[in-house]
C-alpha cells in the first residue's frame, strides 16, 4: 500500500535557521508528491507540490525536489521567520483511476523562536 | 470569493446523540471529500464523493455517514455507532477526483461529553 514517514517533531527553531523536515514515501506506481501547511485553528493549505521525478516545488522560499531513487520529499528553508510556526503536512497521491486518494504523513509542528 | 465553508467551528454534544457538520463550497468542484484528524496523527479519509449523488467510503467510514445532493453541499453526520467522535472534522474539495490539489475547510471541531 500506499505510505507517508515524516520527520517526528515537534522541532524548534530559532528565527533565520535552516529548516529541514525529512519525508520519505512508499507507493505503487508513480505518485504525485505535496506538502500542505496547517496554521493554528485553521485548515490545509497547499504549500507546493511535485508531480515527476526531479520535479522541484516551491513557494514562500519552501522548497522541495521529488527524489524517485531515495523516495524522498525533503522540505527545506534556508532561513525561517516567526511566521513560518505551524504544522507541516507530506502527503502523497497515486492516480489509480477511481480511487484518487491523498495519503497524509502524521504532520510536523515547527515553532520559530525570535 | 471562492472558498469551502464549514459550519460551526466549535460543536458540542451529548454522547449517543447524532450530529451533522456542514460542507459547502463555490468553487464548483465536482469532487469532496470528509477527513478526521486526531492529535499527533495524519489527516484520514472518511468519505469522498466525484459527482452529485454519489459517494465512496473512505479508509474509516464506520459511524459516519454523508449525502451529496447538490453539488455545493457535502455533509456529514457523525452517529452514536462512532465510538470515538470527539474529533477536527475537514472537509475539502478538488476540480476532479484526479485534480492535483485539495482546497480545505477551516475545520469543525467536535466535542462529544
Known amino acids: 500500500g500506499n505510505s507517508v514517514t515524516q520527520m517526528e517533531g515537534p522541532v524548534t527553531l530559532s528565527e533565520e535557521a535552516f529548516l529541514t523536515i525529512n519525508c520519505t514515501y512508499t507507493?505503487?506506481?508513480?505518485?504525485?508528491l505535496f506538502w500542505y501547511v496547517q496554521y493554528p485553528g485553521e485548515g490545509l493549505q497547499l504549500l507546493l507540490k511535485?508531480?515527476?521525478?526531479?520535479d522541484k516545488g516551491s513557494n514562500k522560499g519552501f522548497e522541495a525536489t521529488y527524489r524517485k531513487e531515495t523516495t524522498s520529499f525533503h522540505l527545506e528553508k534556508g532561513s525561517v521567520q516567526v511566521s513560518d510556526s505551524a504544522v507541516y503536512f507530506c502527503?502523497?497521491?497515486?492516480?489509480?483511476?477511481?480511487?484518487?486518494?491523498?495519503?497524509f504523513g502524521t504532520g510536523t509542528r515547527l515553532t520559530i523562536i525570535p | 470569493d471562492g472558498g469551502i465553508t464549514q459550519s460551526p467551528k466549535y460543536l458540542f454534544r451529548k454522547e449517543g446523540q447524532n450530529v451533522t457538520l456542514s460542507c459547502e463550497q463555490n468553487?464548483?468542484?465536482?469532487?469532496m471529500y470528509w477527513y478526521r484528524q486526531d492529535p499527533g496523527q495524519g489527516l484520514r479519509l472518511i468519505y469522498y464523493?466525484?459527482?452529485?449523488?454519489?459517494?465512496q467510503k473512505g479508509d474509516i467510514a464506520e459511524g459516519y455517514s454523508v449525502s451529496r445532493e447538490k453539488k455545493e453541499s457535502f455533509p456529514l453526520t457523525v452517529t452514536s455507532a462512532q465510538k470515538n467522535p470527539t474529533a477536527f472534522y475537514l472537509c475539502?474539495?478538488?476540480?476532479?477526483?484526479?485534480?492535483?490539489?485539495?482546497?480545505f475547510g477551516p475545520g469543525t471541531r467536535l466535542t462529544v461529553l
Open positions: 475539502a474539495s478538488s476540480v476532479g477526483l484526479a485534480g492535483n490539489e485539495q482546497f
Open positions: 507507493a505503487t506506481g508513480y505518485p504525485s
Open positions: 511535485a508531480t515527476k521525478a526531479d
Open positions: 468553487l464548483n468542484h465536482d469532487a
Open positions: 464523493s466525484q459527482i452529485v449523488n454519489d459517494f
Open positions: 502527503a502523497l497521491k497515486v492516480s489509480n483511476f477511481g480511487n484518487e486518494k491523498l495519503t
